[in-house]
């Protein structure tokens, strides 16, 4: 089983404003991966989609990929 990235990195929490960041979380239709390939924990995997979401809504992310 992979170790959580944002656990083994000490994150304290996961900042919307960081695209590159989330960009690694997405696939390349623009959803957002299962955590059982991404091995993220349920405490990150949640922040994570909580980021993206507040990312695509102010247009730092896209919403899908034409």
Known sequence: MRQCY?????FKDIDY????LL???ISGQAKI???KFT????????ALAKSIKRSR???L???TRR
């Open 39 to 46: 091995g993220t924990c349920a405490k990150h995997q949640r």
């Open 23 to 25: 960009k690694r979380f």
């Open 61 to 63: 992310l896209p919403f």
């Open 33 to 35: 991966i299962d955590p």
């Open 57 to 59: 809504f102010l247009g």
């Open 17 to 20: 404003k960081e695209a590159e």
């Open 6 to 10: 944002f656990c083994s990195q000490n």
